[in-house]
Each structure stands twice: as C-alpha cells, then as structure tokens.
C-alpha cells in the first residue's frame, strides 16, 4: 500500500483498531521524543507502546501527559520560543497515544498531527520555515508497518 496523500493516511489508521492505532501513534512520536525533555512525557510513551498494557496502566500514563502538557502550556507564554512550543506539541502528542478510546476514534491521526506541529515549530526555531517535512516520514512509518503486517 502506497500513501502520499493525508486522505489515504487518515482512512488507513482509521480502518486500524484502537490499540494497533497506539502503537502507530507512539512511532509517530518517538520521531519527535527528542523536542521534549519532559521524562513524564517518555514514561507515558514507552507505557502506551506496549502491547499488554492494562487499562489501570493507560490511566496513570494518561495523567502523567496530561500534567506535563498542562505544564508544558503553562511555559509557552507570549514570549516563549519556538522550541518550548515544539515540546507543548510533543506532549500533546503523547496525550493522545495514551488517552482512553473506542472504536472510531483515530487517536493515531491525532498524534500524527500534533508531532507535525512540534517539528514544523523546530522548524522554525531553526530557520528553516514552516515547510512540513514530517507528513512524508509519517506515511514512511505507517507504509512500513502495514507491509509488515501483511507478510
């Protein structure tokens, strides 16, 4: 299967259920782990990529993202740079890999846009512009994991 459009991106991690779609999510923040130094946001990420993970695990994991993104907004104010804005990005990211879902929801889309988010800000901060360089490497990613699936 060969992705180059956000369309076909969005419709396959939705025909993908809840806990393949996790997985999915946490390679798409892993790309951009290294924007945030928050360790919270890294425990709640190796937490949600593995496999048997229980539902009293997810909910510690679900709260230790949602305190570092809270924390997180709380630093990027008016006169915040570009980087602690790519770090709020990651955390919301991984808030997403970790939040409780049902059938329907696409939380791996929503990861996907948030890292996009964070590298398009390190982006900036390292003026480059805005271009979006990590939708490719995300198609990469998911392409590569659904061809392993198959086989």
């Known amino acids: 299967m060969s992705i180059n459009h956000d369309k076909e991106f969005k419709l396959a991690l939705?025909?993908?259920?809840v806990k393949r779609q996790r997985q999915i999510a946490v390679a798409f923040c892993r790309r951009v782990l290294d924007l945030c130094h928050d360790v919270r946001?890294?425990?709640?990420?190796?937490?949600?990529?593995r496999a048997d993970i229980t539902?009293?695990?997810?909910?510690?994991?679900?709260?230790?993202?949602?305190?570092?993104?809270?924390?997180?907004?709380?630093q990027c104010g008016s006169d915040?740079?570009?980087?602690?804005?790519?770090?709020?990005?990651?955390?919301?990211a991984a808030q997403a890999c970790v939040r409780s879902a049902t059938a329907g929801d696409n939380i791996a889309w929503d990861a996907a846009m948030q890292a996009r988010l964070a590298r398009t800000c390190q982006t900036v901060a390292d003026g480059l512009g805005t271009e979006?360089?990590?939708?490719?490497?995300?198609?990469r990613i998911l392409?590569?994991?659904?061809?392993?699936?198959?086989?």
Do not use: C, I, M
């Not at 946001?41 to 990529?49: D, H």
């Not at 979006?132 to 198609?139: I, K, R, S, V």
């Not at 392409?143 to 086989?151: D, G, Q, V, Y």
């Open 80 to 92: 915040a740079g570009w980087t602690a804005q790519a770090g709020h990005f990651v955390a919301k």
């Open 14 to 17: 939705a025909s993908l259920p």
């Open 143 to 151: 392409e590569t994991l659904l061809r392993f699936e198959e086989t």
């Open 132 to 139: 979006n360089t990590e939708a490719p490497e995300q198609y």
């Open 41 to 49: 946001v890294k425990s709640a990420l190796e937490s949600a990529g």
């Open 55 to 74: 539902e009293a695990e997810l909910l510690l994991a679900a709260h230790a993202a949602q305190a570092a993104r809270v924390d997180s907004f709380a």
